[in-house]
């Protein structure tokens, strides 16, 4: 989770995104105690995501925008 952290922090950092991070719920703790990303949102996009397809993920991700949207969130 450090390496992908790290990836993660070089990529975004230069596109100034939020991150919101999905996967099997046992693991998405296990990254945010690594996580070094400040734009990393309060919520998850939980459940195997291996078979789903972007727009999938994207209809289940977006709520979770919105709504740090709404909390004033810098997006």
Request: without cysteine; glycine residues 6%; charged residues 20%.
């Amino acid at each position: 989770f450090r390496r992908v952290d790290h990836l993660l922090h070089n990529f975004l950092t230069y596109h100034n995104r939020p991150l919101i991070i999905a996967g099997v719920q046992y693991l998405l703790p296990m990254y945010r105690k690594v996580n070094t990303y400040p734009q990393l949102l309060a919520g998850d996009v939980t459940g195997s995501q291996e078979y789903a397809d972007l727009r999938t993920i994207h209809e289940k991700a977006w709520p979770i925008v919105k709504n740090s949207w709404r909390k004033g969130a810098k997006l």
